[in-house]
């Protein structure tokens, strides 16, 4: 399974952009990368994915390097509602099953 | 409706006792997980089962006993429970085991589960 790493946390301002890293050294030819993220007291919720070129979606965009060793989740506009620990997770068609690590808690401050 | 909808939404329970915490997904997927969050927030996988069949199971004590009764369901009964099973566990679904990579999870809102 690739590995990853995040920020244990980051902040960001009310209607500021944010960029959320993660790198995923290990991750094999035919993994997508995937982010979730957990809003307190409740489950985890799809945010994003991709292989290769870049993604947008109403909720974020996600940038993948051209090596494919990082990521970064850019949420355009942060709002309050964004607060939560976001997960980024290389996920493949063996072995992986959406294995969580331990995620960078975004704070989002008014 | 709740794609994904866990019962009870908190469980509080004495050592030495067993409970059962149910799992239904209304997505039409054929596969369900169970994952349990800890103290510290960390999030692991526990068991997965596809139509009806295991297909993960994360060595995780024989106390806990996955049961899917049909591909919509996927209960999670844990005998003899003790202190350490104080968590939040989170039931999920996907459509298929097989293409996984391109998938999404679907979570339900999870269940507090607390051992005196």
């Known amino acids: 399974d690739a590995k990853t790493t995040q920020p244990n946390s980051m902040e960001s301002n009310e209607e500021e952009p944010v960029h959320l890293p993660c790198n995923h050294s290990?991750?094999?030819?035919?993994?997508?990368i995937h982010w979730y993220r957990q809003l307190p007291s409740q489950g985890p919720e799809y945010v994003i994915h991709g292989l290769t070129s870049n993604v947008n979606n109403r909720m974020a965009s996600l940038a993948i390097a051209e090596d494919r060793k990082s990521s970064t989740l850019i949420l355009h506009r942060a709002t309050l509602r964004d607060a939560a620990v976001y997960y980024c997770i290389p996920t493949g068609n063996t072995g992986n099953q959406f294995y969580f690590g331990t995620g960078t808690s975004l704070t989002v401050i008014p | 409706d709740t794609a994904v909808s866990q019962t009870p939404k908190y469980l509080v329970t004495q050592m030495g006792n067993d409970k059962s915490i149910k799992c239904e997904q209304n997505l039409g997927h054929d596969t369900m997980y169970w994952y349990k969050q800890d103290s510290k927030k960390f999030l692991k996988i526990m068991f997965s089962y596809n139509n009806k069949e295991l297909i993960i199971n994360e060595t995780v004590p024989n106390r806990f006993s996955p049961k899917s009764p049909d591909k919509a369901h996927l209960n999670l009964h844990i005998n003899s429970l003790e202190l350490g099973d104080s968590a939040v566990y989170f039931c999920?679904?996907?459509?298929?085991?097989?293409?996984?990579?391109?998938?999404?999870?679907?979570f339900g809102s999870g269940t507090q589960l607390s051992v005196l």
């Open positions: 290990t991750i094999s030819g035919t993994d997508y």
């Open positions: 999920a679904s996907s459509p298929r085991v097989s293409p996984r990579a391109n998938e999404k999870l679907f």
